[in-house]
């Protein structure tokens, strides 16, 4: 079994007036080549940024983070990895297409490749009709759609995914399940965190439970679940016993 993900003795302090404020600690996990992982926590947990250490938006204050095998920072990882932020930003004024190739831009894709991931991406996103509109028409769904086309477009083997699911309506969960699903089918190992535990339950290998930054367990669902609790019983019962 190859190792996509390993996080070793992760942690992350903020200082501030009050002093230093630890939100991860000590967090150990790994996730194998070609699941799918649920990274499950409350509110504040420390889930955004465990992910945001990950793909390099905050810098750990320990610990190690290996992807495929190889430190997490360097440029020839950075290029195997997709990433969709929780609250993602677009500059408004570009439509969606335009958008779209200028992050190509930004991976230094060919104008072809960029143009034919592009249309292939808003395609499976479902957002073809909606291509020469400008992002700031966009409802909040149709941005997450964006979202994850972005994520998408350097065809990364391992993409990180904030809360893909929040504000989308029940059709575009399922259709988000669906592509879940698809890319999990190409080989590609999917790290998401959610609130909608019946959606985790259905789509992940594996999951993770953090709680006030310290990872309370992590391991296959089928062996977590036992087959006798819904997620959402588990969840509760674990994390609501260390409130
Ligand atoms: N830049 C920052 N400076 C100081 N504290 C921060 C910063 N970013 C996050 N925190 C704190 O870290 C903790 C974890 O936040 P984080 O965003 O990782 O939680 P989360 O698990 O993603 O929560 P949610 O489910 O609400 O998205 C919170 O207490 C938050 O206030
Ligand atoms: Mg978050």
Redesign the pocket.
């Known amino acids: 079994m190859q190792i996509a993900l390993s996080i070793r003795n992760l942690s992350k302090e903020?200082t501030?007036f009050g002093g230093s404020?630890r939100?991860?600690s000590n967090l150990t996990l790994s996730v194998p080549r070609g699941e799918v992982f649920g990274f499950l926590?409350?509110?504040?947990?420390?889930?955004?940024?465990?992910i945001?250490m990950i793909v390099g938006l905050a810098f750990p204050t320990r610990g190690t983070i290996e992807i495929f095998g190889e430190p997490s920072n360097t440029r020839t990882v950075r290029a195997r990895v997709g990433f969709m932020s929780?609250n993602p930003y677009f500059y408004s004024y570009l439509t969606a297409q335009e958008f779209m190739l200028f992050s190509a831009s930004l991976l230094n894709l060919s104008s072809i490749i960029a143009h034919e991931r592009t249309a292939s991406l808003l395609n499976m996103v479902g957002l073809s009709g909606a291509a020469d509109q400008q992002i700031r028409t966009f409802s909040k769904g149709m941005n997450q759609r964006l979202g994850f086309a972005q994520a998408l477009l350097g065809d990364p083997e391992i993409v990180f995914l904030?809360?893909p699911l929040d504000g989308l309506d029940p059709l575009g969960r399922v259709d988000f399940k669906r592509m879940i699903q698809a890319l999990k089918k190409e080989g590609k190992t999917i790290f998401f965190?959610s609130?909608i535990l019946s959606d985790v339950q259905e789509l992940c290998d594996s999951i993770g439970i953090?709680h006030k930054?310290k990872l309370v367990e992590s391991g296959p669902l089928t062996r977590i679940l036992k087959g006798r609790e819904s997620l959402e019983e588990h969840f509760i019962r674990v994390v609501g016993a260390k409130k």
Do not use: F, L, S
């Not at 926590?41 to 465990?50: D, F, I």
């Open positions: 903020y501030n404020h939100v991860v926590g409350p509110n504040g947990a420390g889930k955004t940024t465990t945001k929780e904030d809360e965190n609130h953090i930054g």
